[in-house]
């Protein structure tokens, strides 16, 4: 996975290092920008069902690991779905399509939805842990997921992201989310 | 509050450059293709710089690490248009990398010319790029880069003082990547305004002096002079 | 029309307001970020801290590595490895473009010829095309056509290289030497040492010298270990740990060593015996020398006679009439008020200590110029004290197979250049660019005429551009790595570190290739070497290990405070009781080592033939006697006494030819020695701190008292002309240098690889200078002319 991850990266870098706009474009790119961030609808590997496995008693962290210890939340591996699905446990044709997979020995590349520009640290653990925030005001209602999200409940922007800071008395300093 | 501050005790610097190169690792700096090496257009945040003194035989070189001053009275910031430098509340001169657009009045404007601009899209060539610390933005074509003070290192390490309930983060917690690597244990960090740290200690030695002091930048990279050679009847 | 930020503002000018705004809303600019910025940052996987050793020289730093999603990220020092204790030097650094270098060899390759292209293959097919090789030569008794070249110098694979090598039934394996071995060899002719058959080593208490004599050592640019030297440089100047340590630094380069000693003392080109010399002469006639050593514990200090009724010249009387202030000062062209006040500096105070001469393959330094150094040692009655010098046994990796220890080595590199002659068809280079590096271009036709060259280089370099055959070797982030006490170490010392991240591609560590070579060549080298990988073989060496009833595993300062406690007090206790627990112990905290190895007690009884430490070495004079004295014509001298004595000899003719009014002193850059390094952006942007960062190129250095005089600005080329041939260089002005020296480094842009570069060698130009008693080269200074390209 981190592979993919790597290569995905490296072709957005050359994406944006080759951009080249006229100026009109741009700016109505720009203008339209203001009032609709566009943003692709996601598609994943597995169409997982958070609603059902959350009913089932699966806590955030038993597949996103890292979010009460990191920046990162994580995502799952094939290895920890593999603890319950070695085997299929239901008729569910998107568990045949994860149990084939695993047997197939294939990692599982989630693409990942909620994502910050990479001149921004943002720390799950500083907001979920220290600042007491729950994952719904961020993810939306996630025990009501019967699919995986298309896109970001969120908007990330930056205006959204110092809302929130001023309401809290968070700080609004450059440097305590830029790097 | 802390206000973060360096002391480079330069009696015992070898200028062996670890600084350098650690910094450059640690902050994702593109090494330059040989011929625009050649040119002088190296980025590197913290540089070692020889003064030499007197001619042979009683000549003197001396060697000045020189990362960014991080000045309590930053010149660099207040030229800037956009605000994409400024100095925060803990006294770290920050470059907001997405914010710059690259008129380099900053660089012009500061006195230890510890300011570099971005000449060219960063490459790495494949697969070099494997090596980037995912905590530090790759700065594109056309801003103006410097020495952070390793900031990622003090915002990870403030979420962790955060996250166990700590107001302040603690002495040795926030390093930033040039004192780490220093072979000679020639470098401290610390909080100046903490009467009880190594780096206020040092500042208050007799052998303390800061880069230009004339020019009221008030820095906050110290130096310590070099040192008086033992006398003999010890 | 080409879109960046400047653009971008003058369009939205409205947004912005230009440059007038004083303060900008926070708002007003996040929007232009968000429109030009993609969201980028990406889930980049988990993140980890391992611990691993350097293999970038043969000190074998330990090192605390950070990965993140299985990508090397950073390289530090570890801060519980004895020998490095957090810091790292900056080619430790670099390791991160090693391991992702864009010129890595991930897999066995073969070529026809090196004109020819490369063609991958597996590591069976290519294992058996040299492993029918080494078959057919031993078939035919030829196994001394087989050469193998190593970098290593030290820990396991190293001395798997050179059994490996004996075991099929060849004596030709070199190793890179430490540097010590000329220093090494004075003291082991003045001191003795044990005919035990075991190794010994020159181990010198540096952390603890108050006052060091360097005859020429670059102490900070890659001598002995660096990050290990650097430490001890900070120390010597820690105002908490008490007095200050005084560096004084003979030599006539300004070297970053000079420039950051308390005192340069810039000598005249191979002057540095009778330097010290001078100094002892001081010593001895104002009576500071150390008298209670001297007198009870040296002998050939007083005028002696021998058996058969010979009358000798002792040293006091030797140094009295030969080395007078005056004479001393002609030679070295220092003042005898500087001679005089450092020997009574060197003498004022316990802890003083003299180190030297300078070392590199291409400089291995003189016997004479060493046992002089040596002699100061004796004076002032440093041999095994606190702070001084001594011989210690040698403590490693033990392979453990019958005569595992018993290690050949031939150090020196005239012994090579003399084998390249004899027709060998196999040569191995592994870690070997030193070793081309040292080389002219008739050595280097030589090579050119080895039927099969193998390189075991991870990246790209000067063996693999010689190479028909890569068996590419991976770094030491990939896979086990060992350390050991690096040379002068006062301790003894074992690390062992797993891999931190897989071998890249298709590299194998280079202790793997050779066992499966030895399975492949011969069953009866397979059952020598019976493990399947280096893992078991370094288990099965740690049992053997596990016996000791001494050290500790490694851990922080204040459990080595409190082990020293322990020993004075005659206490060991162990923190192991079984190989299991030694094992998990050592891959736990990653070594083991013995903070009591040095006695710091003045030695008292020596392994001579007197049983005293010898002015006059009898050993030395025996071993003369048996050659029939010193080879003809190098060294016209008519008292037999002369030769035996700690002596100065002219290096260089006095009369220069026509214009050859420079002397060009080749040394070892730190980001360049042992020949690695070259491939590395990072290094090759630091390879000097006397200018600007301008690498990728070879140079010299020269005082700019001669370059004003000649013109010369800095960067200019120029042609570098000696007896032999001439080169191209880019100057690099030095200010304060001395003037008629030229400081020329070895290494220097990459010969192979996407920055490769075509430049004439050094060795091209230099004309070696032969040591009479050891009878290989001991200098490479050279006198050159230089004019402007």
């Known amino acids: 996975m981190a592979d993919t991850v790597q290569q995905e990266s490296q072709e957005e870098n050359a994406g944006h290092r080759n951009r080249l706009l006229a100026g009109k474009a ?20 597995i169409q997982y069902n958070h609603q059902k496995h959350i009913a089932a008693g699966l806590e955030c962290s038993n597949c996103h690991t890292l979010y009460e210890n990191s920046a990162w939340a994580g995502l799952p591996t094939a290895d920890a779905c593999a603890a319950c699905h070695a085997e299929p446990v239901t008729d569910s044709s998107e568990e045949a399509k994860l149990v084939q997979m695993l047997s197939e020995g294939k990692p ?15 720390s799950h653990k500083t907001h979920a842990v220290a600042g007491e925030i ?3 005001t961020c993810h939306g209602k996630m025990d009501e997921r019967t699919a995986p999200p298309p896109a970001p409940f969120f908007e990330w922007s930056m205006d959204n992201c110092i809302n929130c800071h001023e309401d809290r008395n968070a700080s609004v300093d450059c440097n305590a989310c830029h790097r | 509050m802390a206000r973060w501050g360096m002391v480079i005790d330069l009696d015992k610097c070898t200028a062996c450059q670890s600084c350098v190169v650690a910094c450059q690792v640690e902050n994702n700096v593109p090494s330059m293709t040989p011929e625009e090496s050649l040119k002088g257009r190296n980025i590197s945040w913290i540089k070692v710089v020889p003064f030499p003194e007197g001619s042979f035989p009683e000549a003197k070189i001396r060697f000045l690490p020189l990362p960014c001053m991080h000045c309590d009275d930053p010149p660099c910031v207040t030229v800037c248009p956009v605000d994409a430098t400024n100095i925060n509340e803990e006294g770290i001169v920050r470059q907001i990398f997405a914010r710059c657009i690259g008129c380099r009045y900053c660089t012009t404007a500061c006195p230890y010319t510890v300011r570099y601009f971005n000449w060219y899209e960063p490459i790495w060539p494949q697969p070099m790029e494997q090596a980037h610390n995912p905590d530090v933005s790759v700065r594109p074509k056309g801003v103006v880069e410097k020495c952070t003070f390793c900031h990622h290192r003090l915002q990870k390490a403030r979420a962790n003082a955060i996250a166990e309930d700590r107001a302040v983060v603690a002495p040795g917690e926030y390093t930033p990547a040039c004192v780490e690597s220093c072979g000679p244990k020639a470098m401290y960090f610390g909080d100046l305004d903490d009467p009880n740290s190594e780096v206020s200690d040092l500042s208050r030695s007799p052998r303390a002096f800061r880069l230009l002091e004339e020019l009221g930048t008030r820095p906050k990279v110290i130096y310590l002079a070099e040192g008086e050679r033992s006398g003999t009847t010890g | 029309m080409r879109l960046g930020r400047r653009e971008f503002i003058t369009l939205a000018g409205g947004v912005a307001g230009g440059a007038a705004l004083g303060r900008v809303s926070l708002r007003g600019i996040s929007r232009l970020n968000e429109a030009l910025e993609p969201p980028s940052a990406l889930y980049p996987g988990e993140e980890q801290w391992l611990r691993s050793i350097c293999s970038l020289c043969s000190g074998g730093c330990g090192l605390k590595v950070r990965t993140v999603g299985g990508r090397v990220i950073k390289v530090d020092g570890n801060p519980i490895y004895p020998v490095n204790r957090d810091g790292i030097c900056p080619r430790g650094q670099t390791l991160t473009q090693l391991i992702y270098h864009p010129d890595r060899i991930l897999a066995p390759a073969h070529r026809s010829a090196i004109d020819q292209p490369w063609e991958t293959s597996s590591w069976d097919q290519t294992l058996e095309s040299l492993a029918s090789t080494l078959r057919r030569l031993r078939g035919a008794d030829q196994q001394n056509r087989v050469l193998m070249v190593s970098g290593r110098s030290r820990g396991l694979t190293s001395k798997l290289c050179s059994h490996f090598l004996s075991s099929y039934g060849s004596n030709h394996f070199f190793e890179l030497p430490s540097g010590m071995e000329t220093s090494q060899r004075a003291l082991e002719f003045m001191a003795g040492i044990p005919n035990d058959g075991k190794a010994y080593r020159m181990a010198y208490d540096l952390e603890n010298s108050r006052y060091i004599l360097n005859f020429g050592c670059d102490l900070l640019e890659g001598w002995g270990t660096p990050a290990h030297t650097m430490r001890l440089f900070g120390q010597w100047r820690d105002i908490k740990r008490g007095r200050r340590t005084t560096l004084i630094h003979f030599g006539p380069r300004l070297s970053v060593t000079a420039a950051r000693s308390d ?33 009870s514990f040296s002998f050939g200090f007083e005028d002696w006679t021998d058996r058969s009724g010979q009358a000798h010249m002792g040293f006091r009387r030797w140094v009295r009439e030969e080395y007078r202030l005056s004479r001393v000062s002609e030679i070295t062209g220092i003042s005898s008020e500087t001679i005089v006040r450092i020997a009574r500096e060197f003498a004022a105070q316990p802890g003083s200590i003299a180190i030297g001469p300078q070392q590199s393959p291409v400089q291995p330094g003189r016997l004479s110029d060493a046992m002089a150094i040596q002699a100061l040692n004796a004076l002032v009655g440093s041999i095994g004290t606190r702070g001084g010098v001594s011989l210690i046994p040698e403590f490693g990796w033990p392979l453990p197979v019958a005569d595992g220890n018993e290690t050949m080595r031939t150090a020196s590199l005239d012994g090579l250049v003399a084998v390249l002659d004899q027709s060998p068809e196999v040569l191995i280079l592994d870690q070997a660019a030193w070793f081309i590096d040292s080389l002219d271009d008739a050595h280097l036709d030589m090579l050119n005429r080895i039927p099969l060259i193998v390189s075991t280089s991870p990246v790209e370099d000067a063996t693999s551009k010689l190479a028909t055959l890569l068996l590419p070797d991976c770094t030491s982030l990939e896979s086990w790595t060992d350390g050991q006490s690096p040379s002068a170490y006062p301790y003894d010392l074992i690390a062992l570190t797993p891999p931190v991240i897989p071998p890249r591609g298709d590299s194998r560590p280079w202790g793997e290739t050779l066992l499966a070579l030895a399975r492949m060549t011969d069953p009866a080298l397979e059952s020598v070497y019976p493990w399947k990988d280096m893992e078991s073989l370094y288990r099965a060496s740690a049992n053997e290990l596990s016996r000791r009833e001494n050290g500790y595993l490694f851990g922080t300062q204040v459990d080595e405070q409190w082990q020293r406690m322990l020993e004075r007090s005659g206490w060991w206790n162990p923190d192991w009781t079984s190989e299991d627990e030694f094992w998990d112990g050592l891959v736990n905290k990653g070594g083991w080592w013995d903070p009591a190895t040095w006695v710091s ?145 070895l290494g220097g842009a990459p010969t192979t690889g996407r920055w490769a570069r075509v430049e004439s060698t050094l060795a091209e130009i230099l004309v070696p200078i032969s040591d009479p008693y050891l009878g290989v080269r001991s200098h490479a200074t050279t006198r050159v002319k230089i004019y402007k390209a």
Not at chain 3, 628 to 638: C, D, E, H, N, T
Not at chain 3, 667 to 676: I, K, R, T
Not at chain 3, 680 to 688: A, E, G, H, N, R
Not at chain 3, 722 to 740: H, N, T, Y
Request: hydrophobic content about 40%.
């Open chain 1, 26 to 45: 741009f700016v109505a790119a720009f203008l339209l920008a203001l009032i609709w961030p566009f943003t692709p609808s996601i598609e994943q590997p």
């Open chain 1, 108 to 122: 599982l590349e989630w693409k990942q939805v909620n994502r910050v520009p990479n001149h921004v640290y943002f």
């Open chain 3, 601 to 745: 007690e003045p030695q008292h009884s020596f392994q001579t033939v007197s049983g005293k430490f010898e002015f006059f070495s009898q050993r030395l004079e025996a071993l003369l006697r048996e050659k029939g004295g010193i080879q003809p014509g190098l060294q016209p001298s008519v008292e037999w006494d002369r030769q035996i004595l700690p002596h100065h000899a002219d290096i260089l003719p006095d009369n220069a030819p026509e214009g050859f009014e420079w002397t060009l002193d080749p040394y070892e850059p730190l980001v360049f020695f042992g020949g690695a390094s070259r491939q590395i952006p990072f290094l090759q942007q630091i390879t000097s701190p006397y200018s600007g960062p301008r690498g990728w190129r070879s140079w010299i250095e020269m005082s700019a008292e001669d370059a004003h005089r000649m013109g010369i600005e800095e960067d200019e080329t120029v042609w570098v002309e000696s007896a032999r041939s001439r080169i191209q260089r880019r100057v690099r002005i030095l200010e304060g240098g001395k003037p008629g020296i030229v400081g020329a480094p």
């Open chain 1, 134 to 136: 729950e994952c719904a």
């Open chain 3, 263 to 295: 005192e340069w003392v810039p000598v005249e080109v191979g002057t540095l015996g009778a330097m010290a010399l001078g100094i002892a002469f001081v010593l001895i006639s104002e009576d500071l020398y150390n008298r209670s050593f001297v007198e």
